[in-house]
């Protein structure tokens, strides 16, 4: 609870507080469910046309979609219940890709004639893409236009609906070639072992299959363009993609490149139980095989780009910062904080500073360590919505009440005041010292750290079990009175 001593329900930042908890209730409202919450309304919604009158529409009718779960919204109700320990309530949305895992198997073997799995940014429950994503007959609404060959070199991945369509890749635009997010959420599975210590061996295979995917069918493509795997360097060619949904028809997406060397990473520190001596040996080769992130100047600053290159840009991502979210590539005072402190200032002014919905701008700040700008961001994220239900947030671009919108919120609000990497616990990294809170989070290897904050001095911190005190480190500039 943020402000503790002083309650004022008109206050903003109290109201971030408050809302935290209330969001977590809203989520907790699915707990026990067979499929994930959906991101677009979870369990109690509006009746659409209170929403808008152009969807006088049944009352469980929501924008995008009713059958599938849209990944990269998805994810964002799920990565703070590892923080906030709602570790039955995140089993769904895991579930959700596992019991999919036989058709994802199956379309790349049917399409692609290679091993791994290819799970659609538009998750399904069989694994499979959906009608609308792949594209009606006809010449329609989200048609599905001429059909090419797989590997076909007019498919850039910058086509869409009554377009070039490829072999077994979706015709709709956005996310055709979008996969990042069956890695992000392999990566949540692991980070999910590391802070509960739960036996994830139902999961490997999906786990497995999601990383393979990418070194087997980017590999099969290169030896089509060139007759060679690799490029001359010895690196993996990740082309078509795309960086998220905003640059089609990358090379080299940086996103990609974050999910693979984390998911490859936590693999290789994973137990024999999970991950066999020789596997271990195959994702050390795998990890040499992923090609660098792609750096730029401007205006003599470097920057980290979205992608080696790509074709066509649309959408208001930022898929440049995945490695410091959700991937956890780098951490509060490494050098590279600066290129990417950078890169958001060099960034495009439509992409940056939005509030609603999934963007997570205050995430990201939290993450390079920028105080001010963070706690901006979130208060004004996690603000009363205008409704009478103070998380009832939306449309924005989704839908009300909007759960990625409360839970990037929620990330943001939790990074502020814990980061984990490794074995390590970085308290109050981008913390406002006027701001009194009184916090209780989940750290890896099962680990709780309550404490309080108070006038700007850290008064009491309880960590358990005892011996992971050692692996605390506390903001300098936190003036600590407890013994």
Not at 132 to 154: I, L, S, T
Not at 325 to 340: C, L
Not at 463 to 479: A, D, F, G, T, Y
Request: charged share 25%; glycine share 8%.
């Amino acid at each position: 609870m943020i402000n503790p001593g002083h309650p004022d329900p008109s206050d903003p930042v109290w109201q971030m507080s408050r809302n935290y908890q209330l969001f977590r209730y809203q989520l907790g409202g699915n707990i026990s469910g067979e499929y994930p919450t959906k991101f677009n309304g979870g369990n109690l919604i509006f009746d659409p046309v209170l929403v808008s009158k152009k969807t006088a529409y049944e009352p469980d009718w929501r924008q995008w979609g009713g059958a599938v779960h849209t990944a990269q919204n998805q994810r964002l109700l799920y990565w703070p219940m590892l923080k906030a320990a709602f570790f039955d309530a995140i089993i769904p949305q895991f579930e959700l890709y596992r019991k999919g895992l036989p058709g994802a198997t199956a379309r790349v073997r049917k399409h692609f004639g290679h091993d791994g799995a290819a799970f659609s940014e538009y998750m399904s429950a069989p694994g499979i893409v959906f009608g609308a994503g792949w594209g009606w007959e006809g010449n329609g609404h989200r048609a599905r236009g001429e059909e090419v060959p797989f590997g076909d070199p007019r498919a850039t991945g910058a086509t869409g609906y009554n377009d070039i369509a490829e072999e077994g890749i979706m015709a709709n635009q956005s996310c055709a070639y979008h996969w990042e997010s069956q890695l992000e959420h392999a990566y949540m599975i692991l980070e999910y072992h590391r802070f509960s210590g739960r036996d994830i061996s139902m999961y490997m295979p999906f786990i497995k299959a999601s990383v393979l995917f990418f070194d087997e069918h980017y590999q099969k493509r290169q030896v089509m363009r060139t007759g060679h795997p690799l490029d001359a360097n010895g690196k993996l060619v990740i082309y078509p993609s795309t960086s998220c949904e905003s640059y089609r028809g990358a090379r080299n997406p940086s996103d990609l490149i974050a999910g693979l060397r984390a998911c490859l990473n936590r693999l290789s520190e994973l137990d024999d139980k999970y991950v066999r001596a020789e596997e271990k040996e195959y994702y050390k080769g795998f990890l040499n095989r992923i090609p660098d992130y792609s750096i730029a100047e401007i205006g003599g600053e470097k920057i980290i780009k979205p992608a080696e290159e790509w074709l066509k840009e649309a959408n208001q991502e930022l898929p440049q910062f995945y490695p410091l979210f959700p991937f956890d590539q780098y951490q509060i005072g490494d050098d590279e904080i600066q290129i990417f402190k950078n890169t958001y200032d060099k960034a495009p002014a439509f992409r940056k500073g939005v509030i609603k919905s999934w963007h997570q701008d205050g995430i990201f700040f939290a993450r390079m360590g920028m105080t001010a700008e963070a706690a901006d961001y979130n208060t004004r994220k996690l603000q009363d919505s205008e409704r009478r239900y103070p998380t009832f947030w939306g449309p924005g671009h989704d839908w009300v009440p909007d759960h990625n919108w409360g839970g990037s919120g929620m990330i943001g609000l939790q990074e502020m005041i814990m980061q984990t990497f490794d074995e390590q616990i970085f308290l109050f990294p981008s913390w406002p010292e006027d701001w009194d809170v009184d916090f209780k989070l989940h750290a890896p290897y099962n680990t709780i750290v309550e404490g309080i904050l108070k006038d700007g001095k850290l008064v009491k911190l309880k960590v358990s079990p005892e011996h992971r005190r050692k692996n605390v480190i506390i903001n300098p500039l936190i003036e600590i009175r407890f013994k």
